[in-house]
């Protein structure tokens, strides 16, 4: 089936203060309850969990994600600042989907094949014609 | 300046049938008038230009890009349908960058700062308690 796919970043400079991995991220350190636990859910190395966490913790008015001091083991919440961004996040990406459903993704889908062809039927159709 | 990124993608099964490159090499080939022309402009390789052109004209229901019978130079030009589905990709982008507008983007940009922080100032900010 056709589908579309809506790929949101928020930029602060350079960085990308929340996009689609960095929101996950969020979700599965309130679900685990620590960095190690929401990288290991993902499959990516602590470290770099802890990068994504630390980029999220410049860009925004406050930390999203506070550490619990004095223990070991990389327990860790959100902050009620990560809780906003997060859900605002949300909100915006789901209004998103919603203003594609109805304004012109149906023109697209229209004239979109369920699936590709597995090449080209056409005898003109584009092809290389040498390098250059 | 804080600042948002949409990346639309149309999907067909497994392959990206328009995106923000697809979308450009289109405009760059209706500029130049050949896969090379516009391969040239944005850097990439012909073959690299001519395996993008492939994949859209063959998850649409139609070829976007014709090249010119009987050329060896690559000469190439949109169809009425690839003037069409570029034509609503770039109309879906507006009008979603305007939902996005009035949408809750002013939500997240209260709470984002003009730039990151360069390092964390608190003692607790989250930070590597070891590697896991």
Known sequence: MPSIKLTLQVLCGD???MG???AELLDRIRHTGSIAG???DMGMSYRRAWQLVDVM???WCGRLVETVPGRSSG???LTQLGETVLARYRALQASLDDCAATNGWHDL???IREKPLLHQPEANAARPVGER
Do not use: F, V, Y
Request: hydrophobic residues 40%; contains cysteine; aromatic residues 0%.
């Open 15 to 17: 960085a990308i203060a």
């Open 38 to 40: 929401a990288a290991r």
């Open 109 to 111: 889908t229209t004239l």
């Open 57 to 59: 913790n410049r860009c």
């Open 75 to 77: 327990g860790a919440c």
């Open 20 to 22: 689609p991995g960095k």
